[in-house]
């Protein structure tokens, strides 16, 4: 029993961290370029 | 107006540049971009992502802000599938190379980017009165990169530092974009990166060669 309970906990671990990697699929975070075109009158 | 814009409103997502005009600061890229690229000659003018502007000064520098957030919280609404990580590569004073790691994620959608990439000195020039910031000192089109979902194209851009630069090179930031290959506005910027904090080490460190590092330096 206790070495089918530690199968069970590394499929489920095996899972999440499947899950994790498929949430990297996400939009990146986007950095906006700002250009301020002036001039020293 | 700037900054607070740069310091207080967007530190984390927005890369500001300045292009300067018409002055002692002007720059190759800087001039071709305004007048080749944007095709408009006046200032100030403020670009976001290449796509949305704010022409003149409204005469309130909270109104001038409110002005400019708005197009920037407009662009960062944007979803992008376009990440960017700038490393140093050499450098052997006064010449450095950079690198930009430009990736498309997983999920993204096949196509070129143009790179950019520009070397930008903070606080300067050192004029009584006013915080010039991230003013353009050179900049580079580096080229066009076909790429693909879960691809990175590493791209690489040398720069030549002065005196100026190099007497406050914390102030230093090399910035890289990648944007829709259009010889003409508008084209979008998918995304920005950039060296954050910026240092020079001295006896080689970073070019990797140890043998004449000590503990005393940097």
Known sequence: MVRHRAYLGATLLAMAVIAAAAGDAVAAERTVLGEYF???W | MVPPIVDDLYPDNLELIGIHRTDAYVTTWGNSRMTV????????NFWTDATLNVLGYYGNPNTQIAQWSAKINSR?????????DVSTVELNLPNGTFEANVCMEAGGTA???????????????????????NTVREG?????????????????????????????????????????????????VYQVGSTW????????FESGDLLAWSATVP
């Open chain 2, 197 to 204: 904090p910026f240092r020079v080490f001295a006896d080689g």
């Open chain 2, 37 to 44: 690229f944007y095709t408009y000659e006046g200032v100030p």
């Open chain 2, 111 to 133: 196509r070129t980017v143009r790179v950019f990439m520009v070397r930008v000195l903070d606080h300067y020039p050192f004029l009584s009165g006013y915080d010039y910031r």
């Open chain 2, 140 to 188: 580079f089109q580096v080229g066009d990169y076909p790429l693909n979902p879960d691809e990175c194209v590493p791209v690489q851009q040398a720069f030549a530092f002065d005196t100026v630069d190099l007497e406050n090179a914390p102030n230093i930031k090399i910035i890289a974009f990648a944007q829709e290959p259009n010889d003409h506005s508008p084209a979008e």
């Open chain 2, 76 to 84: 960062l609404a944007v979803p992008t599938d376009i990440t960017i």
């Open chain 1, 38 to 40: 002036n001039a020293t």
